[in-house]
């Protein structure tokens, strides 16, 4: 965890270059500190029937779920909606001058009662580093 | 919000127009006046690989999430599902008498301590109206 | 209920037959005795746009969220957890020791106040079981 999914309307692909903002987004989760670097697993899902409000076919959403362990700090929560909307409202900024859009950003909390996990990314990263160091 | 998101298995395209019964879920959901024009936002996720009950592969879902603002009363948020519900049991009757059907709505309360939002919808929506007013 | 949803990253495809991972996860959910057949929907969620830890392209995950029901035990809600794990634990091992791999399952319990269900598959189960009998 966290786990970070970025929803769209695929109205938007014309207009932004989605790939580059979700890795954006991938960027900007891990710039907070809040997590392991071998914890961060962020991906999009394209929606390709939507209708929006009027159900102008122009109008586009942005909707992320980011779902994080229980137990952090509501700031630390909050914080983390916070950079990741930086980076969809600017990268969409100049599209929201002239059509109807929607971001949206939901921090939730895991039930870990039910959780369970395995990942092999913490050891490889540190593994990565250990060479990295090795081989300055 | 409120977020809908209707999912189906990929074979109910074969018999039922899926983007016209995401428009009439889309269609209900405002019908019902709970919510303001510029909040709703309807799309569907569809789902190429599933396995349901037997394994049937004529065996179908569809199941709608409707993700809304926390604090409604029980009441609404009853009469939203089954105002989802009337139009998906309607737009599928001709085949759940003849294939398995699960259909299912689950309306969810989100967590609003992890939530932020930034909609010009809702401005867009009023001055639509202000300029269908002026062209009167 | 249970919804099983199976999201992975596209990169997988190369390496594991998915459509049969999620087929194993079926029939374990169904294995766990919890369930009454006609209830069990299991489908998988392809992620074509991803980043994980480091951003290497070759890094990979399996997220399953398994809803089910409030009111279970937890120790039926972990045997359940346990019982996904150890499928997509088999099927990915050769790939996880090459590659980064992160793997999870999350049981949640569905709010039952806002869910509507109908659903014909337990009829349907039924018949098949009696006509088969029949037959004998």
Chains 1, 2, 3 share one sequence.
Do not use: C, W
């Not at 909050?78 to 059509?99: D, H, K, N, P």
């Not at 369970?116 to 250990?130: G, I, T, W």
């Amino acid at each position: 965890v966290p786990h970070i999914i970025v929803e769209y309307s695929a109205n938007l692909e014309e207009a932004v270059p989605i790939a580059a903002l979700v890795a954006d987004v991938h960027r900007a989760v891990l710039a907070t500190g809040i997590f392991k670097l071998g914890a961060v697993r962020t991906r999009a899902a394209r929606r390709d029937i939507f209708f929006i409000a009027d159900g102008d076919p122009d109008n586009a959403f942005i909707n992320v779920i980011a779902r994080v362990a229980s137990g952090r700090p509501l700031e630390k929560r909050r914080g983390l909606a916070e950079a990741i909307m930086a980076v969809i409202e600017r990268e969409t900024a100049a599209l929201a001058a002239s059509r109807g859009l929607a971001l949206s950003i939901y921090v939730e909390e895991i039930d870990e009662d039910g959780a369970l996990r395995k990942n092999n990314l913490h050891a490889r990263m540190e593994q990565k580093v250990a060479l990295g160091n090795a081989a300055e």
